[in-house]
C-alpha cells in the first residue's frame, strides 16, 4: 500500500514538474523580446528572465491580469512601487492600471545635469484602449511640499505610440504655480524659505523610450522673485577690489554682450530661446557641454550659485535673476558683470579678476585705454580665458558687436580677416 502511494506520488510529482516547465517555457515564449525590443529582467535566482517591455505592458494591462495586480507591492530601484487597478467604466471608458511610488526617485535625461530627482511622491496611470501597447495614454502625478507646507501637484498628461523598439511619448503639462515646479525641482534650496514667487509655467515634452532621447519646451508667464536681498548687491564689496564704472556702450561692453548674451536688452534674466539650444546640445553630446545661462544668471553665479553643473544649481541662478531685472535692472547688472568676471590667471595662478584686471594682465594698459581690437579680444576669450581666442573666435565676435559705429566694426571685421589671410 505505502508502495502504491509513494509511486503515484512520484508520478505526480513527475507530472507537476512536467506542468511547472512547460508554463516556464510558455511564460518565457510569451514574454520573449523580438530582436532589437526594448527588454528589462524581471524575476529573482533561477527564475530570471529577459522579458519584453511592450508584453508585459500588455499583459498588465488586460483586465484578467491587472485586476491580480491589484494592492500588489513590489520594490524597485525608483522605490517601492503599489499597483493598482481601475475597472472600465469607474473613471472613463478604458481600465487604468496605477503605479505609485512615495517617495519616488526618477532618472533624469543627462542633458539636465544630474542623473536623479528625488520627489515626496508620483503616480503614473496607463490605459491602453483598443490599441493594444501600441498606443498608450494617461497622466503622470508629481507631488512635493513646499519649505512653507504648502502642498504641490504637478500634473502632466500624456500619450505614447510604438515607434522602433520601444514608444515615442508626447507629454503635457498644463500652466501650474511656477513656486510648485522650484517645490518638486529643487526642494533643497534654502532660498525657498525665504523667496516669494510668483508666475506659472506650462511645458510640453517629448521622450524616447528606451532610448531616453528628450525634448523639452517650457512656457513661463509672469515670473517675479522677491525676497532673496539682490538689491544690495549695486555696491558689494568683492575680493576682485573696488568696483569701476565702464562705459556702457563703449567697444568692451557691447564685445562682452555680444560674445555672451545678445539677447541681453530683451530677456527677463532668463532666455528660453538658449536654454532650449543648450538642452538639444546636450541631449545630443549625453552631457553638459552648453550652459545657456544669460549674463544676468552668470552675476547669480558668481554671487552665490557656483559652478556645480547640476538642475538645482542652474534653478537657483534663475531665482536671483529673475530678481536681479527688477532691483537692479539691465545697467547695473551689466556693470556688476564687468566688474566681477573672472578672466583667467596670472602666471602665479592669482585670479584676473574684473575686466579692469583684464585690460591690464593681458594688454598692460588701463580698460579705458583699450582699442576696439583689444576689446572684442578680451570678451572672445571670456569662455576660455586660458587660452588666447582662435582666429575665427575673434572674428565672430567682431562681427555679433551692436551698438558701435558701424563702419568702425566694419574697418575692425576687414583687418581680422586680413589679419587671417597673411601667412604664418
Known amino acids: 500500500m505505502i508502495r502504491r502511494l509513494a509511486i503515484i506520488l512520484g508520478w505526480a510529482l513527475l507530472a507537476l514538474a512536467i506542468l511547472l516547465g512547460a508554463l516556464w517555457a510558455t511564460i518565457c515564449i510569451a514574454l520573449a523580446p523580438p530582436a532589437g525590443e526594448w527588454a528589462t529582467t524581471v ?12 508584453q508585459l505592458v500588455w499583459l498588465a494591462t488586460t483586465p484578467s491580469v491587472g485586476r491580480t495586480l491589484d494592492g500588489l507591492r513590489v520594490p524597485s530601484r525608483m522605490g517601492p512601487v503599489t499597483f493598482g487597478w481601475v475597472p472600465a467604466g469607474s473613471e472613463g471608458p478604458d481600465p487604468i492600471l496605477t503605479l505609485h511610488c512615495e517617495p519616488c526617485t526618477l532618472p533624469l535625461p543627462a542633458s539636465l545635469g544630474q542623473d536623479w530627482l528625488t520627489v515626496p511622491a508620483a503616480q503614473i496611470t496607463l490605459s491602453r484602449g483598443d490599441h493594444g501597447a501600441h498606443r498608450l495614454y494617461g497622466t503622470l502625478l508629481l507631488g512635493a511640499v513646499s ?16 515607434e522602433g523598439p520601444g514608444w515615442e511619448v508626447a507629454m503635457r503639462w498644463p500652466e501650474a504655480p511656477a513656486r510648485h515646479w522650484m517645490a518638486l525641482l529643487a526642494p533643497g534650496l534654502p532660498e525657498l524659505r525665504t523667496a516669494r514667487i510668483e508666475g506659472s509655467v506650462a511645458a510640453v515634452a517629448h521622450l524616447q523610450l ?6 523639452l519646451t517650457p512656457q513661463v508667464q509672469g515670473l517675479t522673485v522677491s525676497g532673496l536681498g539682490t538689491e544690495n548687491w549695486a555696491h558689494v564689496q568683492s575680493s576682485c577690489g573696488p568696483h569701476r564704472l565702464f562705459k556702457p556702450r563703449g567697444w568692451l561692453a557691447r564685445s562682452v554682450l555680444a560674445a555672451e548674451d545678445q539677447r541681453f536688452y530683451e530677456h527677463p534674466g532668463y532666455d528660453l530661446e538658449e536654454l532650449m539650444a543648450s538642452l538639444a546640445s546636450n541631449e545630443r553630446h549625453g552631457a553638459i557641454r552648453r550652459g545657456g545661462s544669460t549674463l544676468t544668471q552668470q ?9 556645480e553643473r547640476t538642475l538645482t544649481r542652474k ?3 534663475l531665482l536671483y535673476a529673475s530678481e536681479m531685472e527688477q532691483t537692479l535692472g539691465k545697467a547695473r547688472i551689466l556693470q556688476l ?8 590667471r596670472t602666471s602665479e595662478g592669482q585670479l584676473v579678476c574684473g575686466a579692469g584686471a583684464a585690460a591690464r594682465h593681458y594688454f598692460g594698459v588701463p580698460v579705458d585705454r583699450l582699442n576696439a581690437r583689444q576689446a572684442v579680444a578680451l570678451a572672445a576669450i571670456l569662455r576660455n580665458p586660458e587660452r588666447e581666442a582662435s582666429p575665427d573666435r575673434l572674428l565672430w565676435v567682431a562681427e555679433q558687436v551692436r551698438g558701435v559705429p558701424a563702419s568702425q566694426r566694419r574697418a575692425l571685421v576687414q583687418e581680422l580677416r586680413l589679419s587671417q589671410e597673411r601667412p604664418a
Open 210 to 215: 528606451p532610448e531616453g532621447r528628450f525634448g
Open 337 to 344: 558683470y564687468l566688474n566681477l568676471a573672472p578672466w583667467g
Open 299 to 307: 552675476v547669480a553665479k558668481l554671487m552665490v550659485a557656483g559652478d
Open 315 to 317: 534653478l537657483r541662478e
Open 43 to 54: 524575476g529573482r535566482g533561477p527564475f530570471r528572465l529577459q522579458a519584453s517591455v511592450p
Open 147 to 162: 519649505p512653507q507646507g504648502e502642498h504641490a501637484v504637478i500634473t502632466a498628461q500624456w500619450q505614447a505610440r510604438r
